[in-house]
């Protein structure tokens, strides 16, 4: 394979696309959990619950790639099985169907789990000048911590 040269050292190109491949494996795992409380739902809140998860399952399907190519654009391999995400994610599976409420409580973790990792991705892309990497977090950081709140208004 060719070298690349982007200006940015290998080990370092290697601790983000580690860093970048947590962030996938968070951001899969929490698309996963907003599709199955998508179609699990139940309860007076249904029809709001139902079309707010779709219109938030179907933004994270779109960011996964993004951030797998961004890997991609590294040098790196991104994870792309259940078994790489399981051990790569910090947000845990559902083992049951939650009652909505807990749902809502479940994904405003979800969403900060995700921003928390994110954080800790950019303080290393920052430092080596990775502007592509850092533009792609800020949005990241942008939605979750966005989606948080909304779901977070929906508990008072
Ligand atoms: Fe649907």
Redesign the pocket.
């Known amino acids: 394979m060719a070298n690349i040269d982007i200006g940015i050292e290998a080990s370092k190109r290697e601790e983000i696309a580690g860093g970048l491949s947590r962030v996938l494996a968070d951001t899969y795992t929490l698309y996963l959990k907003t599709h199955n409380f ?2 699990n739902v139940t309860g007076p809140m249904f029809q709001t619950l ?1 079309l707010m998860f ?1 219109t938030h399952y179907n933004e994270l399907a779109l960011a996964v790639d993004l951030i797998a190519e961004r890997i991609r654009a590294l040098g790196f391999p991104a994870p792309g099985t259940y078994r790489q995400f399981a051990a790569l994610s910090s947000i845990k599976e559902e083992d049951g169907v939650p009652k909505a409420e807990e749902m809502i409580r479940k994904l405003v973790e979800g969403h900060e789990t995700v921003a928390r990792t994110a954080r800790q991705v950019f303080k290393v892309s920052e430092g080596v000048s990775d502007q592509p990497t850092c533009d792609l977090l800020t949005q990241r950081l942008q939605v979750h911590e966005k989606t948080a709140w909304m779901l977070r208004a929906l508990l008072e």
């Open positions: 998508h179609w139902h779709e």
